[in-house]
């Protein structure tokens, strides 16, 4: 049996207990505001109520951090768990149904199981350290899934969360990270939202997708199952060390494809 087999199991019973939070106020719950300016509901707090409940009674040992009620803000050794109990609240919150439930768990600070799960799609993604990336639409069995075959930039269908504000206004110091200068160099281009664009890296249905700012909750269960379906993920200065624990996130399906894609991130001559 693999090691993680019983951790994934678990994991993927989290993410239905959030979508039976989630779905019964799908289009009907009001929208409050966080201090950050970003939207949060009563069905992103009582599934990551749920979920942590869960997580206390089975494996009360292991430490939890989560999008709405915190946790540990720096790495940890410890068992941690990672939630973000709907990413793409902005999507929810107008009724559209690409947000998604992210789980994952980290071991000695690597992240080594994620779940992807789309309640209102009815599918999941999901990932155990060598086990690799699997694909599950509701009521059918499960397929393993694989990052497309590694293309040039010219050839790559690439997407992004939003753009950067240091690509219109650079700031004086810190990163300065252009994502227009991708759109003329990809074979297509698309602005697609939170985790859906990682997930569509790990089916191989896109070769890379980049987000600028991210937190620990966005980043954990995206991972495993880039990396499990043969994927690269780094931050958007080009390091995986600590990869959680960094602000930004680039995946993709192939290294040559990711330097390029970095390189032109930074404005570098390629």
């Excluded at 779905?23 to 069905?43: H, I, L, N, Q």
């Excluded at 160099?185 to 890379?208: E, K, M, N, P």
């Amino acid at each position: 049996m693999h090691p993680h087999n019983e951790i994934l199991e678990f994991a993927l019973a989290l993410a239905e207990a959030a979508e039976a939070a989630i779905m019964p106020v799908f289009r009907k719950c009001t929208v409050s505001w966080k201090p950050d300016g970003s939207e949060v509901t009563e069905a992103d707090r009582r599934a990551e109520e749920v979920m942590r409940e869960m997580i206390q009674k089975r494996l009360a040992g292991h430490m939890v951090l989560g999008e709405e009620f915190g946790g540990p803000q720096k790495p940890t050794r410890e068992p941690l768990w990672v939630l973000d109990p709907i990413d793409g609240t902005a999507s929810f919150a107008l009724g559209l149904p690409i947000f998604g439930s992210l789980i994952g768990y980290l071991e000695q600070g690597e992240p080594r199981i994620g779940v992807i799960h789309f309640p209102a799609m009815g599918e999941t993604i999901y990932a155990a350290a060598g086990a690799g990336c699997w694909a599950r639409i509701r009521g059918e069995k499960p397929k393993r899934v694989h990052a497309a075959k590694t293309a040039s930039l010219r050839e790559a269908y690439v997407s992004a969360c939003s753009v950067n504000p240091s690509d219109i206004h650079p700031p004086d110091s810190g990163p300065c990270y252009r994502l227009s200068a991708l759109i003329p160099r990809a074979r297509r281009f698309r602005f697609v939202s939170d985790c859906v664009q990682h997930a569509l890296v790990a089916q191989g249905r896109i070769h890379a997708a980049v987000d600028c700012i991210m937190n620990p909750w966005d980043i954990a269960a995206l991972v495993p199952c880039v990396e499990e379906a043969g994927g690269v993920v780094t931050d958007l200065e080009g390091v995986r060390e600590q990869i959680v624990w960094r602000s930004s996130l680039l995946s993709s399906a192939g290294r040559e494809l990711h330097s390029e894609i970095l390189h032109v991130l930074r404005g570098e001559t390629i």
